[in-house]
């Protein structure tokens, strides 16, 4: 059981998922995506549950996170939906505002997730079905033990 559930789905499918209690959005001024009508400076994050900033008006926060982050040319050769690491860090940072909290990616891909967990002190668990991404992941995570050693 979660406290709360958060994740990217993309503009077009923004109205195929149950109606979230909040959402926030990732706003990438220079532009990431293109559709119909031009560029796409934003991707929604649909969140459910209690906005862990909620009721602490010392600590609330924005529902926007604004990130210019690129990906590495190596994260597109790994993974065709990669995540650029310092984004995805500024994200659980505002959801999961404690270290030791446990964080679930069931679709974890090249684990960007869980390298931005163990940067920030958070558990996680990842779920990949894909062996080959398993295999990047855990050199990623290898990698990042030769840097904290």
Not at 17 to 39: C, E, L, N, Q
Not at 100 to 119: H, R
Request: positive net charge; hydrophobic residues 40%; proline residues 8%.
């Amino acid at each position: 059981i979660a406290k709360i559930v958060v994740f990217t789905c993309g503009i077009a499918n923004l109205y195929l998922y149950p109606k979230p209690d909040w959402i926030m959005a990732w706003v990438v001024p220079a532009g990431s995506t293109h559709g119909r009508w031009g560029f796409n400076w934003w991707h929604p994050i649909l969140c459910y549950g209690k906005d862990p900033y909620m009721g602490d008006k010392k600590r609330m926060r924005p529902d926007v996170i604004i990130d210019n982050s690129t990906r590495d040319k190596a994260e597109f050769n790994i993974h065709p939906s990669p995540k650029p690491l310092k984004f995805w860090m500024k994200l659980l940072e505002r959801v999961s505002p404690n270290e030791g909290e446990i964080i679930l990616d069931p679709f974890l891909g090249s684990g960007t997730t869980a390298v931005a967990c163990k940067i920030l002190h958070r558990y996680y668990i990842g779920i990949e079905i894909n062996p080959e991404y398993c295999e990047i992941a855990k050199r990623r995570l290898e990698e990042l033990d030769g840097i904290f050693r």
